[in-house]
């Protein structure tokens, strides 16, 4: 049973965007908080970004300034608009809950490559 399937993933050159988007069961989707993490290659996967029931975001400073966390309440879908992208952007990134625990499930995430 999958309940978190990202999506939106790709390959684009230094400065382009990205539009990623994470479907959630209902179930996690109403959880306070879902947020977005990254895994770089040899890295240990890192937050991104976060967002409440009601909108309220919060950013890494890798983001600030040009991610752009979001969510569709009736749609159980949670977007990261990433502009301006840079090659350490090049991760494998996740959804899921704020904050993690040790018990949390990953889905398989989407890749995202910057290339100079």
């Known amino acids: 049973q999958v309940q978190l399937v990202e999506s939106g993933g790709g390959s684009v050159q230094t400065g382009g965007s990205l539009r990623l988007s994470c479907a959630a069961s209902?179930?996690?989707?109403?959880?306070?908080?879902m947020g977005w993490y990254r895994q770089a290659p040899g890295e240990q996967r890192e937050f991104v970004a976060r967002?409440?029931?009601?909108?309220?975001?919060s950013y890494a400073d890798s983001g600030k300034g040009r991610f752009t966390i979001s969510r569709d309440n009736a749609k159980n879908t949670m977007y990261l608009q990433m502009n301006s992208l840079k090659p350490e952007d090049t991760a494998v990134y996740y959804c899921n809950l704020w904050p993690l625990s040790s018990s949390n499930d990953w889905g398989q995430g989407t890749r995202v490559t910057v290339s100079s």
């Open positions: 209902g179930t996690i989707f109403r959880s306070s908080f």
């Open positions: 967002i409440s029931r009601g909108g309220a975001t």
